[in-house]
């Protein structure tokens, strides 16, 4: 067996052997390292303590036998027994040291994929990189030193890059948990923000230039935009029947016996008035005074009954009625919503929406046989059927309105 004087060995690392020798010996074949090619040593560990040794071809049994205490392997020839110290057990490489001596003997696996046909320089690099074993010469060590220090550096290199990136990434969780918070923060304010609205809507001011009253040739003026509007296909401000602030909204639900109270607002021992024209509770008088008031229902009946009212068209930007009187002077009424007694406002869309201003008067049709159920009458002009469905055709009546819907405001004004 092929043997090499190593004068100095060092154990870099601890990871140079296999948990379990004895499989490893016995399932490989192992040619002895040489650099004489000529010389071809094989050793073959098989079951029984036997060893086949072969040189060239030529076969022959030793006995081998693992010594576990201290990792090493006696082998007996019959003529001499050996005891070599096992270094480095793996899959790739055995390397044996004579006990006592310096001798060191390589056994490479020779299926092995990473030390096929080694020379020793590829075997001190294997150990070296592979094994912690350090059996390398001078000018190598220098070589391994400065790779050491170029991979330590890489490696610290690369944690730095980790570390900058793992504090990106928390920098970037914060500022997104940041973005979070904000944007929670800031809709959970929108959402108090527009509940809050809900409940306190807001109130639009004319500008006295604005109130304007035309003359169509009826019995009174009308104004030419709503109350709380500045020009006349602005909806105004949303009024509740006999609610001359605008802002009577409820979160109630009793609404036959609570809501029904406040329009007009009143202890529950007076009796609903059958009309609130110039009355305290006159939105019309209470927001414009000098003169305005609401219509009678008799007044918005003769607006429709002689004034021509055009299909609707948009100006500047909402859908209006252009009602002409019988002067041939004329006024707008914009298309509006709803406002229900809770705050939330009642969209039908932009061509199914109606035209629909307040009157003063009570109407005597309920929808039940109880006084609190009583409506109030309301000018209506639509293009749609009963379903609300949109149908072009122009569509002018009376409403009878439920009393705690928001309905705009037109005010009139005795000639």
Request: proline share 2%.
């Amino acid at each position: 067996m092929k043997t090499y004087l190593i004068n100095s060995i060092k154990q870099v690392s601890v990871n140079s052997q296999s948990w379990d020798t004895i499989s490893t010996l016995k399932a490989q074949e192992w040619i002895v390292y040489n650099e004489d090619i000529s010389q071809v040593e094989k050793f073959l560990f098989i079951d029984d303590k036997k060893l086949l040794v072969s040189v060239n071809g030529k076969s022959s049994y030793s006995k081998w036998e693992y010594i576990k205490v201290n990792s090493s392997l006696i082998i007996d020839d019959e003529i001499n027994k050996y005891l070599l110290k096992i270094v480095v057990c793996n899959k790739d490489i055995i390397v044996l040291n004579v006990d006592s001596t310096n001798d060191y003997s390589f056994l490479i696996n020779s299926k092995s994929s990473v030390l096929r046909s080694p020379t020793y320089a590829d075997i001190q690099w294997y150990l070296i990189r592979n094994c912690g074993v350090d059996i390398l010469n001078e000018q190598q060590r220098q070589q391994f030193a400065e790779e050491k220090r170029l991979e330590d550096e890489k490696k610290r290199k690369e944690q730095k890059e980790r570390e900058l990136e793992q504090k990106k990434l928390f920098k970037d969780i914060g500022i997104a948990a940041g973005i979070v918070l904000i944007l929670f923060i800031a809709i959970s304010a929108l959402n108090s923000y527009n509940e809050y609205k809900k409940y306190h809507p807001s109130i639009f001011i004319t500008e006295e230039k604005n109130k304007v009253a035309v003359d169509l040739g009826l019995s009174v003026k009308w104004a030419s935009c709503n109350v709380g509007a500045n020009s006349p296909e602005e909806y105004g401000n949303y009024y509740g029947w006999g609610d001359i602030t605008g802002q009577n909204v409820t979160k109630g639900t009793d609404y036959a016996y609570i809501i029904d109270y406040q329009f007009p607002p009143r202890s529950t021992s007076d009796s609903l008035p059958s009309s609130i024209t110039n009355s305290n509770f006159d939105m019309a008088k209470a927001n414009w005074g000098n003169g305005w008031r609401l219509p009678t229902k008799d007044e918005a009946q003769e607006l429709i009954d002689k004034c021509t009212i055009s299909k609707a068209e948009k100006y500047n930007g909402n859908y209006c009625f252009k009602i002409t009187g019988p002067n041939g002077n004329y006024i707008y009424i914009p298309l509006s919503d709803l406002r229900f007694y809770d705050g939330d406002i009642i969209s039908r869309g932009e061509r199914r929406a109606l035209a629909t201003v307040w009157t003063g008067d009570i109407s005597f049709f309920c929808m039940y046989s109880d006084e609190h159920e009583r409506l109030a009458y309301a000018l209506g002009i639509s293009e749609t059927d009963d379903s609300g469905a949109y149908t072009g055709k122009i569509r002018k009546e009376l409403d009878h309105g439920v009393r705690w819907y928001g309905r705009p405001v037109r005010a009139v004004m005795d000639k």
